[in-house]
């Protein structure tokens, strides 16, 4: 017996919207994650992006637990010395709360070419609209 390997073409790519009002971070981020890679589905390869797309919804209504909101911080060097950069998790989510569920996706997934593809799989919406009716989302309830 041969050991199943899906082809690019076979992989079917179903769309998912997330609404992540009262939502726990991390615990959504996971399932998010999940989604993206495809390991919910049978033919799941760890060489192959066989993910689905995920719309996510009400960014700007997340919730942390814990002191988190103010201790939290993200950092990010330019590369010159002295370039370091950080902004607490409070002033993250006032300014760019698309961008708090994105780095806390993107560190659960591979670190690599085929982990940027599918972090372009992920669309994510402060308000409760989104654009993508045409392709017919299903609900997800995490």
């Known amino acids: 017996m041969k050991t199943y390997s899906p082809k ?3 992989i079917a790519r179903e769309w998912f919207v997330v609404d992540a009002q009262d939502k726990i971070l991390g615990r959504l981020a996971t399932q998010i994650a999940t989604r993206l890679r495809g390991k919910h589905k049978p033919e799941y390869a760890p ?24 201790q939290k911080k993200y ?6 010395v002295g370039g370091i950069r950080e902004i607490a998790l409070k002033d993250l989510l006032a300014k760019k709360p ?27 919406y402060a308000g409760g609209e989104h654009p993508h009716g045409a392709q017919g989302p299903k609900p997800l309830d995490i």
Do not use: C, W
């Open 8 to 10: 690019q073409g076979e």
């Open 47 to 70: 060489h192959m992006d066989t993910g689905d797309f995920v719309v996510v919804v009400n960014a700007e209504k997340i919730k942390v637990t814990g002191a988190k909101l103010e």
């Open 75 to 80: 950092y990010s060097h330019s590369g010159y």
């Open 98 to 124: 698309e961008e708090v569920i994105r780095k806390a996706v993107r560190g659960m997934l591979p670190k690599n070419r085929m982990g940027r593809a599918m972090l372009k799989k992920l669309k994510i």
